[in-house]
């Protein structure tokens, strides 16, 4: 069994910045590709960013390209998202996901992802 747990949400003004941390444990955890996505009220979730378990790869959604940042610490099981430049459609629950062991490729589809967190909150307000 795979644990996910997020953190780092919270309320932040337009054009602010947070960063969302992501701790995996469990003994199937392991060598296998990451990402966020995000989900809005009344909105489907959503592809936000992915890493490759090596870290050399990484894929971002358009929205936030350039303005958001993935990476990894494999040493501590670790996952994060900088954003900068915070923009009010920004506002969601963020998700931290994995996908199964050894699947060490970046992918940006939901169904790629077999293990997910509970979710963080990220308010972004005027």
């Known amino acids: 069994q795979v644990q996910l747990v997020e953190s780092g949400g919270g309320l932040v003004q337009a054009g602010g910045s947070l960063r969302l941390a992501c701790a995996a444990s469990?003994?199937?955890?392991?060598?296998?590709?990451m990402g966020w996505f995000r989900q809005a009220p009344g909105k489907e979730r959503e592809f936000v960013a992915s890493?490759?378990?090596?870290?050399?790869?990484?894929y971002y959604a358009d929205a936030v390209k350039d303005r958001f940042t993935i990476s990894r610490d494999n040493a501590k099981n670790t996952a994060s998202l900088q954003m900068n430049s915070l923009k009010l459609e920004d506002t969601a629950v963020y998700y931290c996901?994995?996908?199964?062991?050894?699947?060490?490729?970046?992918?940006?589809?939901?169904?790629?992802?077999?293990?997910w967190g509970q979710g963080t909150q990220v308010t972004v307000s005027l």
């Open positions: 996901a994995a996908r199964r062991r050894y699947a060490s490729d970046a992918a940006r589809e939901r169904n790629e992802y077999v293990y």
């Open positions: 469990g003994r199937t955890f392991g060598y296998c590709a």
């Open positions: 890493i490759s378990w090596s870290g050399g790869t990484t």
